[in-house]
């Protein structure tokens, strides 16, 4: 697949990239409808957010296809249904310029209805923010890592 420009902030490439992937040489390319999704809804939303934060973002981790989900343990019946990442609708990011996490979480829930994110999650060193095509939820998570690599999630910014 050709890079190609998305918006004015941001490259295809940024949505496609997994050191998961990478590492276990896995394909992480997404059908017509998932890269429909990046570029009509995610890329859109991303944009708000950095437009709104006014610094650059850094995706960590954006489309995530079905092996690169299994290589992460994800749930292997769930991975469509119970992840945004594989539906094209969600990225995690960092960004630096800004500051914390917390800080990036706690600015963009003061401006959910400019964002208007389906979800957005502290995940402690990144921020996850998924986005809907329609009805988005506006829902805030706080996530919580567990021993054995379990996550457990709680409402609001704790």
Same mark, same amino acid.
């Given at each position: 697949?050709?890079?190609?420009?998305?918006?004015?902030?941001?490259?295809? +490439?940024?949505?496609?990239?997994?050191?998961?992937?990478?590492?276990?040489?896995?394909?992480?390319?997404?059908?017509?409808?998932?890269?429909?999704?990046?570029?009509?809804?995610?890329?859109?939303?991303? =944009?708000?957010?950095?437009? +709104?934060?006014?610094?650059?973002? =850094?995706?960590?981790?954006?489309?995530?296809? =079905?092996?690169?989900?299994?290589?992460? *343990?994800? *749930?292997?019946?769930?991975?469509?249904?119970?992840?945004?990442?594989?539906?094209?609708?969600?990225? &995690?990011?960092?960004?630096?310029?800004?500051?914390?996490?917390?800080? /990036?979480? *706690?600015?963009?829930?003061?401006?959910?209805?400019? /964002?208007?994110?389906? =979800?957005?999650?502290?995940?402690?060193?990144?921020?996850?923010?998924?986005?809907?095509? &329609?009805?988005?939820?506006?829902?805030?998570?706080?996530?919580?890592?567990?021993?054995?690599?379990?996550? +457990?999630?709680?409402?609001?910014?704790?």
């Amino acid at each position: 697949m050709t890079d190609q420009r998305l918006g004015d902030h941001f490259w295809l +490439s940024e949505f496609l990239r997994s050191d998961t992937a990478v590492r276990h040489g896995l394909d992480n390319m997404p059908d017509a409808r998932e890269l429909g999704n990046v570029i009509n809804v995610l890329v859109p939303g991303l =944009q708000r957010v950095r437009n +709104s934060l006014g610094v650059p973002v =850094q995706i960590t981790s954006g489309y995530r296809s =079905q092996a690169v989900e299994r290589a992460l *343990k994800r *749930k292997p019946d769930s991975w469509r249904s119970g992840s945004q990442h594989a539906e094209g609708l969600a990225a &995690d990011f960092v960004a630096p310029q800004f500051g914390t996490c917390r800080s /990036i979480v *706690k600015y963009l829930m003061e401006r959910s209805g400019e /964002i208007r994110f389906d =979800q957005l999650i502290y995940e402690g060193s990144w921020v996850h923010v998924s986005f809907a095509a &329609d009805r988005p939820r506006s829902e805030v998570l706080t996530a919580h890592f567990m021993a054995g690599g379990a996550v +457990s999630y709680s409402k609001g910014l704790a």
